[in-house]
């Protein structure tokens, strides 16, 4: 078994000893070794490739020349000795004649190395006959484009769409059809069409020609384009985007580590963008509402740090709201929030005609929902429903941060999510307020004022915290302190909503949305005014509430 | 970072997004203020070779802002011989950007590349570059040339930038293996770069001018190393900041009549120099030339000094200028940035046994993957050969991607090391 990592591997050639190809695609549990060996701060793909044949198990490796981490992975497992058979194949950056050469020096290269090291013969009609064709596809798809995708996220997106999803990242959409190979007489005029054929395949982002790229985004059957970064890998994010500034069609960024952390954030976000690309999923076959009459319908958002629920009646006015902290589990928070705005309705359980989850716990809550919504699409039916003037959606809760842009009629069109890194949400706030040894409540009165603009420079959590004590240090007034972590989230809010195009009239929701600093340095760096409805935090929840009466 | 300059950085920050050209001029400005500091109120403890050193780069930093229309944007390992034969002025993006950090003017920059979707993990050098153009600050030169020699960063970038001004971009192609094979590969190139380069000027080069110019890259490379190999039992004080700036000067400027005075003067500086006092530093990569912690502890002390840094001597191999093409392309292909690891791991060993290295500190620039990646092998084997190393994590142009107080704390923890091993 010989594993590869790249459509650009001559994996007909491989097989021409009769040997089996795979591509690599495991995801550690950790990342120790590969911490260890080389450094943090390298892709999780290149990361999971040393941890894979560190732990043991992968014998034979033959890597493609791509980029600087493979490199370095290359350099670093060839000190170790872990595998028997461990090949870099140099790849031209061009498909010129001279790249072609090159490349078919290095294949003539493989094929001598793998023949010395296994001893087998190298068979010319086997090569040739090695070919296969893929199954041309049709009709309306959603594209996974950017990285290289692992299998379990592919099979995770494939079960978010109702279209078909086609992954055209590095591994996969490899189509050689081999007629030139098969024609040649010789070995070395089969290698140099060989050479030809994979330099002619549609380039990576690692090609200097990137022209018949375009192909990939540019095809009237594409319905949504997933876009898969991972972590410090460079190459995929200026195409992100370009596309998003040239194409109408549909385009959600994800970015991963190569690990599974953070799936349910990823879930949230495929689900959201389906019901993008083709609205909310059909009804599951829950009670229907009542046509006319008295009713109530609740919408429960499970958060973070909160659990908040709405109950509308029939003329969608509110009846009855809680917000209670979720606690242990997001189970018993809901359970308890729903109880306690019952009470505040004065309404018991059984009257409630219909109830919609929304929020992170959405999954995870007990019987009696007829549905879930993301909490994307509920943020948006709130406040659009709040104030019919709203475009864009501001939304900094605990754990993350987003925008969502909105169509004259409050449906999604776009929108973004931070990443896993905690600057510019609430938990930033928390963390730096603690740093400060001051309450939030304080803080958000506290940084309205400021005599000298201190600028935070670091993003990352842990530098700005040590930034802050060494502001202390020097004696620097606290609220202005505060003002300049204010315009840090303010920064990082105003880059997100710039990847969308800024519209307006702007409002803001989440916990954050009460702190008084934040939103005017908010302001002052979007130079908009921000909408804040009383109802801010519960925006979500009612959202939810207004979707029970769509489903 | 010193105050003032942290003021005019924000200045500069707040004119960038209204008043790119306003921002522009108000930064020639400064370089022009600042090189007639420098002419007229020469930093006494430079020697004079470093503060030549200073001149010519803030003259060349200040011919591409001046002059765009003459200068051609260059990544820091293309051979700039036919650029600078012709007359066109190498226009350095890397420089710039620590221009630009030094100025205190890249916040604005760097915000500006994550509202374009540039991945934050991208080198900040290209970042704040990449920022700088995006706000129109920088301005657009005549053509680009590039390579993917020593990183991804380089092709990602200024592809990119070539799009973003409109104008002709080529790139030399450096294959992995270092051989004769893949000199005659990039000599070739190299070839066709320089008919790309007589298209865009419409000036022909005359290979006399060539070889000439490949003449005195060959003299500078021998004087610099000649000059390393002095830094063994010579105290030469110096500052971090033209230690990092002479590697623009042997990489952009190499070939230059100014530059080969500069080596000669290198020479005669380290000759005159009284014999060595303190502790040898070879550093490994680029330099934080910004970071007050640094800069307190390795600028003019008498106590440490980097003797040698592997960006301002990597690619100073023999050259032969009856051959002009053969010699740049080996200066790409054997550079210790290209290929293997082991490679690069073999150079600094070279380096530290010829400056008489006390120890070596290898710095993770943050978005350098080549380097990043290396730096347990590197370590482990400079480690073996009895050199210790210090990893130091932090960036070389961003401030926000590091912490003084860590970079203190190991720089100091790594000297007490080095003192008590040599006691
Ligand atoms: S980026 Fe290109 S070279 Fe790298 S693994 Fe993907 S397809 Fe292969
Ligand atoms: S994910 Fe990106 S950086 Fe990582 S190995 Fe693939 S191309 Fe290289
Ligand atoms: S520091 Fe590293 S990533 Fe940045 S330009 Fe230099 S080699 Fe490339």
Known sequence: ?551 | MSHLIDTFGAFVDRQAPAHPVRARRLLIAAYEAKKWQMRLAPDRGLPPSKRELCLIMMQSILDCLRRPEHSAMVSLFVPCEPLTALGVHPYSVEGLSCYLTGAGAYRAFLDHTVEDGVPETLCSYHRVFLGAAGMHVMPAPRFVLHTNLACDANQLTFRNLAGRFHIPDFAVDVPFAHSEEAVRYVAEQLRKMVRFIEDCSGQKLPEEALRAAVGRSARTAKNYRRYLSLQNDHWLSGDVTSELYAAFMNHVLLGTPQVERFSQMCLEDVQNAPPRSGLNLLWLHTIPFWQQPVRQRLNFSDRVRIAACDMSYEGLVHMDASKPYESMAARMVYSGFNGSAEYRVKAALQAARTVGADGVVYFCHWGCKATLGAAQMVKQSLEAAGFPTLILDGDGCDPGNSSDGQVSTRLDAFLELLEARNS
Do not use: W
Not at chain 1, 188 to 217: F, I, K
């Open chain 1, 1 to 551: 078994m010989i594993y590869t990592i790249c459509k650009y591997t001559p994996t007909e050639l491989l097989a021409s000893f009769g040997q089996t190809c795979t591509v690599l695609d495991r995801i550690p549990e950790c990342f120790d070794r590969a911490e260890q060996t080389a450094h943090p701060n390298l892709c999780g793909f290149g990361k999971s490739v040393l941890e894979a044949v560190l732990s043991g198990g992968v014998r034979e490796l033959v890597l493609v020349n791509c980029c600087d981490t493979i490199r370095r992975v290359y350099d670093v497992l060839q000190r170790t000795g872990a595998c028997d058979f461990l090949f870099l194949m140099d790849l031209p950056h061009e498909a010129c004649g001279c790249s072609r050469a090159l490349l078919t020096g290095e294949l003539n290269r493989l094929l001598n190395t793998y023949a010395t090291y296994s001893g087998m013969e190298f068979s010319l009609p086997k090569f040739q006959a090695a070919f296969r064709t893929n199954a041309k596809n049709c009709g309306p798809y959603v594209g996974i484009l950017g990285v290289r995708v692992g299998r379990d996220l592919e099979r995770m997106m494939a079960r978010c769409f109702s279209l078909p999803v086609r992954n055209l990242t590095c591994t996969q959409g490899r189509c050689l059809n081999g007629d030139s190979v098969r024609a040649a007489g010789t070995l070395e005029s089969a290698l140099d069409a060989y050479a030809a054929e994979l330099l002619h395949q549609v380039p990576c982002r690692r090609m200097d020609d990137e022209t018949a790229r375009q192909a990939l985004y540019r095809d009237p059957d594409l319905r949504g384009i997933v876009y898969h970064t991972i972590k410090f890998c460079d190459f995929y994010g200026f195409e992100y985007a370009e596309i998003r500034r040239q194409m109408d069609v549909p385009i959600l960024k994800v970015e991963t580590d190569y690990t599974r952390q953070s799936q349910g954030q990823i879930l949230t976000r495929l689900e959201a963008f389906s019901e993008t690309v083709s609205g909310p999923a059909p009804e599951t076959g829950g009670s229907k509402l009542p046509t006319e009459g008295v009713f109530f319908v609740a919408g429960i958002d499970s958060g973070s740090t909160s659990t908040d629920v709405v109950i509308l009646n029939q003329d969608k006015k509110i009846v009855g709201t809680s917000i209670v902290p979720t606690g242990a589990g997001a189970s018993a928070g809901a359970e308890k929030s729903l109880e306690a705005a019952l009470r505040s309705a004065g309404l018991r359980q059984d009257q409630l005609a219909r109830t919609v989850a929304t929020g992170y716990g959405r999954a995870n809550l007990g019987g009696g929902l007829e549905q879930s919504v993301t909490e994307i699409t509920c943020h948006a039916r709130g406040a659009f429903f709040l104030n019919p003037k709203i475009r864009t959606i501001i939304d900094i809760g605990g754990q993350d941060s987003k925008v969502i842009r909105i169509d004259g009629t409050g449906h999604v069109i776009n929108f973004v999510m931070n990443d896993k890194c905690a600057a510019g949400t609430g938990r930033f706030l928390e963390m730096m307020a603690r740093t400060l040894g001051m309450g939030l409540e304080e803080m958000s009165r506290t940084g309205l004022t400021c005599r000298e603009d201190i600028t935070i420079s670091s993003m990352c959590t842990v530098f700005a915290e040590s930034e802050v004590v060494s502001l202390v240090a020097q004696n620097k007034d606290v609220s202005d302190i505060v003002h300049g972590l204010n315009k840090s989230v303010a920064a990082k809010t105003a880059a997100l909503a710039a990847r969308l195009g800024m519209e307006g009239d702007y409002c803001m929701t989440g916990g954050v949305a009460k702190n008084a600093g934040v939103v005017k340095a908010l302001e002052e760096k979007l130079g908009v005014s921000l909408f804040i409805s009383d109802e801010a935090q519960l925006c979500g929840a009612l959202g939810a509430a207004l979707l029970a009466f769509d489903l």
